[in-house]
C-alpha cells in the first residue's frame, strides 16, 4: 500500500557535520509533508513543513528539500550539534481509511551525533 | 510544555483490564488526534476528533475507542488488554487535516503485564 518510509534506521555523523535524513513517499496526491523530532521520552516536535507547490524551504540550521519527481524529501541539519541527537520522522497529510486528513508517519531514522 | 496534557504519564495494567487515557489539546485547537508508539513501528495514526466529532478514523482496533468532549478534551479508551497493546500513546492537536502540523503532549507508557 502507499506509504511513508525512511531511507536509513541510524545515521551517526559527527558534531559540526551535516546531517541528511533521506524519506520517500508513493502518495503522489500528497501536498503537505512535515519533519518531527522526538527526543527519549519525548513526544514528536515539529521541525519544518514543506508543501507540495515549494522544492526548498529553510529554517534555522534547517533545510527541507522535496522532490516531486522521485516523491523524496530530505532534512538538512546544518553544523550538527550534540542536541540534534534524536529520532526523526517524516509525515505526509493524506486521507486516512474512513475520511478526513491525517499525518502519516514514516518509521524514523535515529540521528546520533559524536563528540 | 507543548501546551498538550497527557494523563497519566505511566500506566501499568494486567490483561484483559479496561483503560481510559486522557488528553487536554492546546488551548484554542478543536483537533484531537491518537497515536500509538510501539517499538518496532512507528507512529501509527488510530483516531481523530474535531469539535466533538470523529473526523478521521485510522488503524485502530475495535477494542479501542475514543471520544472528546463538550470542553473539547479526549478520552482513549482501551478494553481486553493484550500484551502486544504495551505501547507509547501519544495525543496531538491541531487543525483539521494535520494542515499547519501537529502539536504533540508527552504521552502515556501502557505496560500490559
Known amino acids: 500500500g502507499e506509504s511513508v518510509g525512511l531511507h536509513l534506521p541510524t545515521l551517526s555523523v559527527q558534531e559540526g557535520d551535516n546531517s541528511i535524513i533521506n524519506c520517500a513517499y508513493s502518495?503522489?496526491?500528497?501536498?503537505?509533508f512535515i519533519w518531527y523530532k522526538q527526543e527519549s521520552g519525548k513526544g514528536p516536535q515539529f521541525i519544518i513543513d514543506i508543501r507540495s507547490n515549494m522544492d526548498k524551504r529553510q529554517g534555522q540550521r534547517v533545510t527541507v528539500l522535496l522532490n516531486k519527481t522521485v516523491k523524496h524529501l530530505s532534512l538538512q541539519i546544518a553544523a550538527t550539534q550534540p542536541g540534534d541527537s534524536a529520532v526523526y520522522f517524516c509525515?505526509?497529510?493524506?486521507?486516512?481509511?474512513?475520511?478526513?486528513?491525517?499525518?502519516?508517519f514514516g518509521k524514523g531514522t535515529s540521528l546520533l551525533v559524536t563528540p | 510544555d507543548s501546551g498538550v496534557t497527557q494523563t497519566p504519564k505511566h500506566l501499568i495494567t494486567a490483561t484483559g483490564q479496561r483503560v481510559t487515557l486522557r488528553c487536554s489539546p492546546r488551548s484554542g485547537d478543536l483537533s484531537v488526534y491518537w497515536y500509538q508508539q510501539s517499538l518496532d513501528q512507528g507512529l501509527q495514526f488510530l483516531i481523530q476528533y474535531y469539535n466533538g466529532e470523529e473526523r478521521a478514523k485510522g488503524n485502530i482496533l475495535e477494542r479501542f475507542s475514543a471520544q472528546q468532549f463538550p470542553d473539547l478534551h479526549s478520552e482513549l479508551n482501551l478494553s481486553s488488554l493484550e500484551l502486544g497493546d504495551s505501547a507509547l500513546y501519544f495525543c496531538?492537536?491541531?487543525?483539521?487535516?494535520?494542515?499547519?502540523?501537529?502539536?504533540f503532549g508527552s504521552g502515556t507508557r501502557l505496560t500490559v503485564v
Open positions: 496531538a492537536s491541531g487543525g483539521v487535516g494535520g494542515d499547519y502540523g501537529y502539536t
Open positions: 509525515a505526509e497529510n493524506r486521507l486516512s481509511s474512513n475520511s478526513g486528513y491525517a499525518l502519516n
Open positions: 502518495n503522489s496526491a500528497s501536498d503537505y
